[in-house]
């Protein structure tokens, strides 16, 4: 081989590496923890614990991964050119096995699956210890999945509603004539709530969460987990997020026509601010009662000019408060 091709080969190969360095490094870019943003393709790195626990240990394999990647491919494509026809290679037909290499690749990946496992074992466990004795939770919230919206009960505290999806996505969605600069002007469309779930920041909350009708699957990106909401069955979870902000999600089940319909807010605030909100929303309850004791027999309401479709606008589903599960009391 001449000086010419011996350089054109080097620069060949060195084209092919740069682009699979930057690929690598553009893919592990680090992300804000917040919305996710076009074409973003890595996990976000979330605002909790749970979250950063599962955005590192994916960012070890990743790596790990990529090295095995390099190695490999770069195994078969060095053994390609190198030993090509073309440069007279002849094949060794008498070759059966090796059982040294088969020991060493059998060997390797059971070392780094071993490697992996015990961390992330730990990881999950921690993960899924709604009730620590360490750190018990300071209130616990009852999730309820209907199709297609979410309720959200504040045990022991008499505070519950209902989230659903927000009135100007609702009817965007709905009018055939909608345009897209009618939904790129629509704020968070189609991930917006008219109530939002709203938790107090740094405090260890504890989740129940079930099913009325369907699977449905809790799922906020940023708490960096996702839980099954299943009819019959409570499930738990748990989250502390310390920095205030707003993290959205959706349901992650499919679970009807209008699954992508019900997406997920959660507000953190201060816990001052969140003791303001706790209380507006229990004197707002009670005014609504001592509302419905005065007028018992109350005249059916008419629609308002803008609600939604009756075909697709669910009723609001009527859930036993009592049936809710005192903290402590699953697990
Ligand atoms: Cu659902």
């Given at each position: 081989m001449n000086a010419a091709s011996k350089a054109t080969r080097s620069l060949r190969y060195a084209i092919v590496l740069a682009a699979l360095t930057a690929t690598s490094a553009w893919a592990a870019a680090p992300v804000e923890p917040t919305d996710p943003v076009r074409w973003q393709l890595n996990m976000t790195p979330g605002v909790t614990a749970t979250a950063a626990n599962a955005y590192h240990a994916h960012m070890i394999m990743f790596w790990i991964c990529v090295v095995i990647g390099v190695i490999v491919f770069g195994a078969m494509a060095y053994s390609m050119f190198k030993f090509r026809h073309s440069k007279g290679a002849v094949p060794d037909k008498s070759f059966t096995h090796s059982t040294t290499l088969e020991l060493i690749w059998t060997t390797i990946p059971v070392l780094i699956l071993i490697g992996s496992a015990i961390p992330a074992t730990k990881l999950v466990m921690e993960e899924y210890n709604a009730t620590h004795d360490q750190t018990p939770a300071e209130m616990t919230v009852k999730i309820t999945g209907y199709q297609w919206m979410w309720q959200y009960e504040y045990i022991n505290e008499d505070v519950s509603f209902i989230s659903r999806l927000a009135r100007d996505s609702d009817s965007i969605r709905q009018e055939k004539a909608s345009t897209q600069a009618q939904i790129a002007a629509t704020n968070h469309y189609l991930r917006d709530v008219d109530k939002p779930l709203v938790i107090p920041a740094d405090t260890r909350v504890r989740f129940v969460i079930t099913a009325d009708d369907v699977i449905h699957a809790w799922w906020v990106p940023a708490l960096g987990w996702k839980q099954d909401a299943i009819p019959g069955v409570i499930n738990e979870a748990w989250t502390q997020v310390a920095r205030p902000g707003v993290y959205r999600g959706v349901c992650?089940?499919?679970?009807?026509?209008?699954?992508?319909?019900m997406p997920i807010v959660v507000k953190v605030v201060p816990k001052a601010e969140y003791k303001t909100w706790l209380a507006a929303q229990k004197t707002a309850n009670s005014d609504a009662a001592a509302t419905a004791i005065a007028a018992p027999v109350a005249p059916a309401a008419a629609p308002a000019a803008d609600a939604v479709p009756a075909t697709d606008a669910p009723a609001e589903p009527a859930v036993p408060v009592a049936a809710v599960v005192a903290p402590g009391a699953a697990g």
């Open positions: 992650a089940e499919l679970c009807g026509k209008d699954h992508g319909f």
